[in-house]
């Protein structure tokens, strides 16, 4: 027996020192491309002498709108350059971002992918060398006039990925993407609502216990889709939007010193949060963690509910169902008489460090996210990100979303995410609401869990580890 | 790699030493050159079950090490780790999310192995001496959700649950619809709902095991229960219950390992929500290694996780396979 027992712990000593020899994990990050950062040696035409060239795109955008636009994007680039095949690959933005660093690390990336703003993405793949600057490409395309700087501060990082929102460009945006209320006219209607009397948010707040008294006992007044966990906290955004400005809401999830998630603001939204869901407004819990944010986008497109409060990226889903019944509009604002609300620009689309053709690759970013995709982005009910679009819809529904977008950056009202602020804040937040949702969890509690997961990470961030 | 880990180590520690502790107690007395009796192990037997071991330790054994390993990092998945000790070790234990998943896996294995057990035990012993008019038909349909791949059970019962899915279509038809919720939505009801999901999945595989023991126990055994008096019940625990052990403890074995790795099916239908309410280790190794960069911690789950599945399976076996007769 002790035989036994002394060559199993031999074996077990043997394979660790086996695995040993495997040596730390990881990889050193690749040394920086020595590439000047002037604009003379980016080639940005003639791509047709390249021969036959492949350029392999992951694209995160599956929402009806903004696939549409990639297709119909990519066939004119492929038709402008006959010799070059894009190869685009859609994948659901969700399972995506947890694939990208290890696609990106693996012996033969994609050269396009998207990525996402903040530490949880974003900020590893700069930290390990895996994305390009862009920094020439931008002097090249002109992207700093045509981006504001607002729009760009959310790519930009130190090369050690540890400073976001100022540094190096890492990558560009196609669509500018603002949270909002959608609405069904025809139920503000028949509720006595007129969506242009709603001036604040106290309007707002007083409107949704008229509608409810108009609506069957078991249809929400606002559709909410809460299966991902993501979705309620774009709808409290709103909410925050209403008692906390958005600068200061910045600088938490930028890691500016000195920030808290726990201000009055903050909890006066969590619990005016918790009212509206104990009043009934987002129907029964069990209902919307049971459905996922197409689902209730789907649902609110076929009548059902009021309002639905999430991005804008639903706009064509709701279009195409409500048809002139369907309105969108900034949550009104709180007493800083500013509009503020989650919004940002869409997901970056960055080149892999491993990129045999970065040149073709900045070319290929710059048509479906610079200005040649204005028309096409528009055309399928989405807002270009740049400044300087030359097309602007023509539709009156289309004009809300663009105008919503327009307000929000006008104001300075954009929160960004507040999921960018750490690696696991996502996951940190959709727990702590849905059971703040549900009476598991306290406005105390949420408050301490989500501002612990802040400070442990940054805390993280200045060790320097 | 679960199943296979035992069984490996069993190889190891119960085939290959004994021809030397065979030597090492009457030794001395051994001639150099002996004629070795007919079924006596020989070293030549190594080379047989080599392709195998080569297999095994390729693709099972060295992973496992290598996770133990990694274990020990603070790892993002692509930077150069740094060396942590046990810090993962610690996290893993002051962590109350990660203690609570492992409390819902043992709620998992009530409805992945118990309930199947139980009521696969009680229906083969109904059946399995009556003649039911195409038995092998029900058999064959009972069986079925074994054959079908997790991912399309996860979304078939994902609709089943939803709000207005035929579930809560149903309990409304029948006038119980103030029962009806969406039920993977539900704080209270999730986990249930989804331990059910498993209980459907396993009870085949339980009944089918129960129905081919219950034949190999001698008719006779049970002529002679009846002779003596027995009703069925005592029937059932006198010849059916023993007869079954071993039977019983593969079932208990198998479905168990599977509540406690089960994956697909929670990170398809609820991704561990609402809340945590159906966070289970597995989807935090899942969630550590590739969401939130943690590597290290995931592979700390994930080793304690082989040992606990190791070591639930060794008890079963060591409680249920024991024949009290031997």
């Excluded at chain 1, 990050?29 to 390249?50: C, H, I, M, R, Y």
């Excluded at chain 1, 500013?338 to 892999?352: L, T």
């Excluded at chain 2, 059916?240 to 071993?246: A, D, I, K, V, Y």
Aim: charged share 20%.
């Amino acid at each position: 027996m002790r035989v036994r027992w002394l060559s199993a712990v031999a074996l077990v000593v043997l394979a660790f020192v086996v695995a040993a020899c495997g040596g730390t994990p990881g990889q050193k990050k690749p040394a920086a491309s020595t590439s000047e950062s002037t604009a003379q040696n980016v080639k940005t035409d003639g791509f047709d002498s390249l021969g036959p060239v492949t350029l392999r795109v992951v694209s995160s955008e599956t929402g009806e709108g903004p696939k549409k636009a990639i297709v119909e994007m990519t066939k004119a680039f492929e038709q402008k350059y006959p010799n070059v095949t894009v190869k685009v690959s859609y994948r659901a933005f969700d399972s995506w971002i947890k694939q990208v660093k290890l696609s990106l690390a693996s012996k033969n990336p994609p050269d396009v992918v998207a990525g996402n703003q903040g530490y949880q993405v974003d900020g590893e793949l700069v930290k390990a060398g895996l994305i390009l600057p862009l920094t020439k490409y931008a002097k090249a395309y002109g992207w700093e006039q045509s981006f504001s700087p607002q729009s760009l501060q959310q790519f930009k990082w130190s090369p050690d990925g540890k400073t976001f929102g100022q540094g190096t460009l890492y990558g560009i945006a196609q669509s500018g993407q603002s949270t909002g209320v959608f609405a069904n006219t025809a139920k503000l209607q028949k509720a006595g609502v007129d969506p242009a009397q709603l001036k604040s948010f106290d309007d707002f707040d007083a409107a949704l216990a008229k509608i409810k008294a108009t609506l069957p006992a078991d249809e929400p007044v606002i559709m909410l889709g809460n299966k991902e966990q993501y979705e309620a906290l774009h709808v409290w955004g709103m909410l925050q939007g209403a008692y906390t400005p958005a600068q200061e809401v910045r600088d938490w999830i930028f890691h500016r010193s000195g920030k808290t998630f726990d201000t009055p603001g903050n909890r006066q939204a969590l619990a005016k949060f918790k009212e509206w869901n104990d009043k009934g407004y987002l129907g029964r819990g069990d209902d919307y963690n049971g459905r996922g944010e197409q689902d209730a986008a789907t649902l609110f497109a076929r009548g059902q509910g009021a309002f639905m409060l999430a991005g804008n990226w639903n706009a064509q889903t709701i279009l195409d169902g409500l048809k002139d019944k369907a309105a969108f509009f900034d949550m009104p604002a709180g007493k800083s008489g500013k509009v503020a609300a989650i919004g940002s620009a869409s997901v970056p689309i960055h080149i892999a460090s491993k990129s045999k053709q970065p040149d073709l690759a900045a070319a290929y970013i710059d048509w479906i996210a610079g200005k040649p995709a204005s028309p096409t982005l528009v055309n399928t009910t989405q807002v270009p990100a740049i400044l300087d679009a030359t097309a602007k819809p023509t539709q009156k529904f289309g004009q809300e979303v663009a105008g919503g977008w327009e307000k929000l950056i006008a104001d300075g009202g954009l929160t960004f995410f507040h999921d960018w602020s750490s690696p696991t804040m996502l996951e940190t937040i959709g727990q702590s609401f849905q059971e703040l949702l549900a009476g598991k969890a306290s406005v105390n509690d949420v408050v301490s869990r989500i501002q612990k997961d802040w400070s442990d990470y940054d805390s993280e961030l200045k060790s320097g580890s | 790699m679960g199943v296979t880990a035992p069984t490996g180590v069993e190889d190891r520690g119960s085939r290959a030493p004994r021809p030397r502790s065979a030597v090492a107690g009457d030794g001395r007395a051994e001639p150099r050159v002996r004629v070795r009796a007919p079924g006596e192990p020989r070293r030549v037997a190594y080379l047989y079950v080599a392709p195998a071991m080569l297999f095994y330790a390729v693709f099972a054994f060295a992973p496992l090490i290598y996770t133990g390993w990694l274990s020990f990092f603070d790892w993002d998945g692509i930077t150069v780790g740094t060396w942590a000790g046990l810090d993962n070790y610690r996290e893993l234990w002051d962590d109350p999310g990660i203690r609570t998943s492992f409390v819902h896996s043992f709620v998992l294995i009530i409805f992945y192995a118990f309930v199947p057990c139980f009521l696969g035990l009680v229906l083969a012993s109904l059946i399995a001496h009556s003649r039911v008019r195409g038995a092998t038909f029900f058999r064959a349909v009972l069986f079925l959700p074994q054959t079908i791949a997790t991912v399309v059970i996860a979304i078939a019962w994902v609709w089943i649950y939803a709000p207005d899915g035929p579930l809560n279509e149903a309990l409304r038809a029948v006038g119980l619809g103030s029962l009806a919720r969406g039920w993977l939505g539900d704080f209270d009801f999730a986990l249930p709902a989804l331990g059910l999901v498993g209980s459907w999945v396993m009870f085949g595989l339980c009944l089918v095991l129960f129905l081919a023991g219950i034949q190999k126990i001698p008719i006779s055994l049970y002529e002679a229960a009846r002779v003596d008096g027995a009703g069925r019940v005592r029937e059932f625990f006198a010849v059916t219950l023993p007869g079954l052990r071993g039977e019983l403890a593969v079932a208990l074995t198998l479905t168990t390992i599977m509540a406690l790795r089960t994956f697909d099916l929670i990170y398809v239908s609820t991704a561990g929500g609402p809340g945590t309410q159906t966070t289970v280790p597995s989807v935090l190794v899942y969630q550590n290694a590739f969401v939130n960069g943690k590597v290290g911690l995931a592979a700390a789950v994930a080793v304690v996780l082989t040992a606990l599945i190791f070591v639930v399976a060794f008890g079963i076996t060591r409680i249920v396979d024991r024949d009290p007769s031997r």
